[in-house]
């Protein structure tokens, strides 16, 4: 057991994807023209939901300031993976 343990603790992670494991000629062909928008996109449409919503919320629109505000951590999270796209390509992921 002990030698299993130190076998793991000492060797490295697999990081090329496997063969079973690549994108599909849709995903790729998505991922290829979402990587050509700049990151900075993905900060200024989340900053632009949060202002929206504080604006809704002091107008007294409080559900739809909620619905517009859920906008942010999603757009926020479509930048990280345009991002690890751009950084790893499809299907180093």
């Known amino acids: 057991m002990q030698e299993r343990v130190e076998r793991y603790a000492n060797s490295s992670p ?3 994807p496997r063969k079973v494991h690549r994108e599909g000629p849709i995903a790729r062909a998505i991922e290829q023209q979402t990587a050509k928008v700049p990151s900075d996109i993905f900060l200024l449409a989340a900053a632009g939901a949060i202002a929206i919503s504080g604006v809704l919320e002091l107008m007294g629109m409080e559900k739809r300031a909620s619905f517009v ?5 999603t757009i926020l999270i479509l930048g990280l993976y345009n991002k690890l796209v751009k950084l790893e390509g499809s299907d180093g992921i």
């Open 14 to 16: 697999e990081t090329m």
């Open 69 to 73: 505000g859920l906008w942010a951590p």
